[in-house]
């Protein structure tokens, strides 16, 4: 069975670029979402492995998303990657006070992304 | 990053920049209007901010600095503007608006060439010297009774949009809801809508809901209105509405009580029951399928490719045409069987055809919203140069064209608009003395007429006289002085390219620049222009347009031993008439339609054919119309309806006037496409002999 990856990003172009950093890396399923309310119509369903999520997004920021991940029991412990651009140090501080493994800036590296999903998924 | 980009993503990127910018642009117009105000919406502001951290973002991942470094100081800027720290004005709006400007030369430079640049400091040290306001007072939010729980999820902007409401002395509400998990985005939004009218939503908190297929949110907004009459407002039944803070009410128990109990993970907030996940893997059957699915569904194409696909479609419509008359020929050798299967089998084609061709159609039409937004923006910075106040007013921006046409329209519409805001609309204070209003009006409106686009441009600024028009032209020597023009002749002298003239000197002069451009590039698109204008009053521009190129239904016409073929978009009827109806008025050839007078156009003497005149007893008439007006345009036989491929004549030809282009029968005939919005205005004007 591949992993499961769950990308929230609201541009379609960063979606793209996060999903060709990861499908160079081998058998991951991989679901988008849009926005924070597609992906938190797909949590409940799907059973993922990963979550990377933006923070600024439209209805549902990321640390609403963080927070809700967490707050579910089957997520508890489910990795979780802010990638976002560098912004308010109390956001990202926040991010990960609530619960998110890493934080990285935007422009990321593809290996840097890749190095977090190694770690996180093996 | 930038090297290792494949060139589609650099495209899909430049897309979705522009895309953002077009927004931007929108709702920059918006804030120029709310900074006039002194007062801005916080969701305008915030998706302003938005968008500049989306570009600043992307930029970044594909190495072009530029843009990434000035979309940074714009979105720094637009933080601190987010953040209460630096105060609305029109100067600031201003600054907002030189940085898109160079960040859409930015966008634009980079679809051309990877490595263009712009000298971008003037531009960084405006936004760098507007960002320098006042700090913020830090002020603990925990005094306003809300949980831990939410501040812990509060962005620093939505902290601050905490801070405020409870500056303005508005109640903080708490709403929690509890939603289906196939339908919570509709009636969230629904809450979300209504709570906006009486006030701000700072926050939506999900939480998970008391079964796998619910979910629940804490809604955090502020609002002049309490809680009681919060609830009224919501008209649901299956929420709840506390007050957090202020209002005079002060109290964190609950306003009301709704008629249902609140679900007990509701009412818990954060606390949620173990939820099912097997739903979904069971439904689609994903076991180890690994793909890389997506739930967005749409996806950006690149308008050469439709442009393809629709000459595909093009070519196929021509075979079908070939196959049918096959058939037609195989029917009148005898061979009734095979022709009658390859009737059938034509007729499936065809049917199929249409589908696909309506299909390709369909992804080509755009609203011409897009490309109206193009002229707020033009009219914001043209105005402010020249120190008018002007409106404008936009309806009609869901009316459909074709993606092209949109695109072409651009410049000619921006011709029109700059010439209303230069030479039509008057200065403030020569309104003032006119008695009108300081601010002047634009209506850019837009709407569909049968198989038409109608895009009207009017103004009511100086108007134009016709009698200037006239003496101008005969100055020009376009008419001669004794000439008896109609109001519509006069205005449409205006569009002569004789016309157009660089002097300056009046008014009127410069109405008049450059209209023989924007009318040929009307022509192009197969559309027509007509001005109508009341000095003192305004003018009118209005410009008619097919829905769509490229695959045309034609009516085919034949004119001494010639075939063309007319857009049967534009063809109202055909009649026969005896030659002994057609009469002379005023020198002009016409017939007698339903007790109206319908000018004739002579296609043989137009083109100056020179074959043998046919029997010259009866005569064709296509009646053809576009906007108010219709001509008759005489032939000698009329041979069908039949779809046809315009094909455009080239640079070359680009001078031959009454062709729209050229378009292939599919039996290896090449036929000429009549432009009749060209004849019309011809015709009209009363000299058919201008053509080549």
């Known amino acids: 069975m591949p992993k499961k990856i769950l ?19 081998g058998d991951y399923q991989i679901f988008e979402a849009a926005n924070g309310f597609e992906a938190l119509r797909l949590l409940p369903r799907e059973k993922v492995d990963l979550v990377i999520t933006d923070i600024n997004m439209p209805d549902i920021n990321g640390l609403e998303l963080v927070s809700f991940v967490r707050s579910n029991p089957n997520y508890q412990s489910t990795p979780l990657i802010i990638i976002s651009t560098e912004g308010s140090q109390r956001d990202r501080e926040k991010g990960l006070k609530l619960g998110a493994n890493a934080y990285l800036v935007k422009p990321f590296e593809p290996d840097e992304l890749q190095a977090l999903i190694r770690q996180y998924l093996g | 990053m930038g090297d290792k980009a494949s060139a589609q993503a650099i495209k899909d990127f430049l897309g979705e920049a522009e895309e953002i910018i077009e927004k931007l642009n929108v709702d920059l117009v918006s804030l ?8 801005s919406d916080p969701d305008l502001v915030n998706g302003i901010f938005r968008g500049a951290h989306s570009i600043k973002g992307l930029a970044g991942m594909f190495g072009f600095d530029d843009i990434s470094g000035l979309a940074h100081q714009m979105e720094n800027l637009l933080d601190c503007l987010r953040l209460g720290k630096v105060r609305l004005s029109p100067g600031l709006v201003e600054t907002l608006f030189d940085g898109l400007e160079s960040l859409t030369r930015l966008v634009h430079g980079k679809s051309e060439d990877d490595h263009f640049s712009l000298d971008l400091n003037p531009v960084l040290a405006r936004i760098q010297a507007a960002a320098n306001g006042p700090g913020q007072e830090d002020i603990s939010l925990s005094r306003f009774g809300i949980t831990p729980e939410i501040l812990s999820v509060l962005t620093e902007y939505e902290e601050h949009r905490l801070l405020d409401n409870a500056q303005r002395g508005r109640t903080l509400l708490r709403v929690r809801a509890t939603f289906d998990l196939t339908t919570f985005d509709q009636e969230l939004a629904e809450i979300s809508e209504t709570l906006k009218k009486h006030g701000e939503v700072i926050s939506t908190l999900p939480c998970a809901g008391d079964s796998a297929d619910k979910i629940a949110f804490q809604l955090i907004c502020g609002s002049s209105l309490g809680a009681e009459q919060i609830r009224e407002k919501l008209e649901n039944t299956d929420l709840v509405v506390e007050t957090l803070c202020g209002g005079g009410e002060g109290r964190k128990s609950p306003a009301s009580q709704p008629a249902a109990a609140p679900r007990p993970s509701a009412e818990s907030g954060g606390e949620s ?14 076991a180890g399928g690994g793909s890389l699915r997506s739930i967005s569904r749409t996806v950006r194409v690149d ?21 049918a008359n096959i058939c037609q020929n195989l029917k009148s050798e005898g061979d009734s069987s095979l022709a009658g299967d390859l009737a059938k089998a034509t007729r499936t084609l065809e049917r199929r055809l249409h589908e696909l061709q309506q299909g390709v159609m369909d992804v080509r039409m755009v609203p011409v919203g897009q490309l109206f937004e193009k002229m707020n923006r033009i009219v914001r910075r043209v105005s402010s140069e020249l120190k008018k106040k002007v409106t404008l007013d936009v309806r009609g921006v869901d009316t459909e064209l074709d993606k092209l046409i949109v695109e072409d329209l651009s410049d000619p519409l921006m011709h029109i608009i700059r010439n209303s805001l230069d030479h039509g609309i008057e200065s403030a204070a020569e309104r003032r003395a006119n008695g009108k209003p300081e601010k002047g009006t634009i209506c850019l409106w837009a709407s569909q007429k049968g198989n038409h686009v109608v895009i009207e441009v009017r103004d009511d600024g100086r108007g134009i006289d016709p009698e200037k028009v006239r003496r101008k032209a005969v100055e020009k020597g376009l008419v001669s002085e004794h000439a008896e023009l109609s109001r519509d002749q006069v205005f449409d002298l205006i569009f002569s390219p004789g016309f157009s003239t660089k002097d300056q000197v009046s008014d009127l002069s410069g109405r008049g620049v450059g209209m023989d451009v924007v009318k040929n590039n009307i022509s192009m698109l197969s559309g027509m222009i007509e001005m109508d ?22 009516l085919i016409v034949k004119v001494r031993g010639n075939t063309y073929a007319i857009p049967i978009t534009s063809v109202l009827e055909t009649l026969m008439v005896e030659a002994s109806s057609i009469k002379t008025i005023e020198r002009r050839e016409v017939i007698e339609l339903r007790n109206s007078t319908l000018p004739l156009l002579w296609l043989d003497r137009t083109f100056k054919l020179s074959a043998e005149p046919g029997e010259g007893k009866r005569h064709f008439i296509a009646v053809v119309g ?9 032939v000698d036989e009329l041979l069908g309806q039949q ?3 315009i094909k455009s004549l080239g640079d070359s030809l680009s001078f031959v006037r009454g062709i729209a282009g050229a378009a292939d029968l599919g039996n290896q005939k090449t036929i000429l496409v009549l432009d009749v919005g060209g004849l019309m205005s011809e015709a009209l004007r009363g000299d058919a002999s201008f053509y080549v």
């Not at chain 1, 990308?7 to 890396?25: F, K, P, Q, W």
């Not at chain 2, 629709?310 to 075979?319: A, D, W, Y």
């Not at chain 2, 204008?533 to 034609?554: D, F, N, R, V, W």
């Open chain 2, 303 to 323: 308008i050469d490719k439709l442009d393809h696909l629709m000459n595909i479609v093009g070519e196929l419509v021509l075979s079908k045409g070939t196959i």
């Open chain 1, 7 to 25: 990308i929230a990003e609201d541009s379609s172009t960063m979606r793209a670029l996060i999903v060709s950093s990861i499908a160079v890396m």
């Open chain 2, 32 to 39: 120029g209007d709310s900074a006039e105000n002194g007062d």
């Open chain 2, 643 to 645: 779809d046809v491929v």
């Open chain 2, 533 to 554: 204008s009341t000095p003192g009053q305004g003018t009118t521009l209005s410009i008619t347009l097919p829905i769509t190129l490229a695959i045309i239904k034609a």
């Open chain 2, 273 to 286: 029951i173990p939820v099912r996940n097997d739903i979904l893997g069971a439904e689609n059957g994903e």
């Open chain 2, 626 to 634: 576009l906007a108010e007006k219709k001509i008759g345009i005489v």
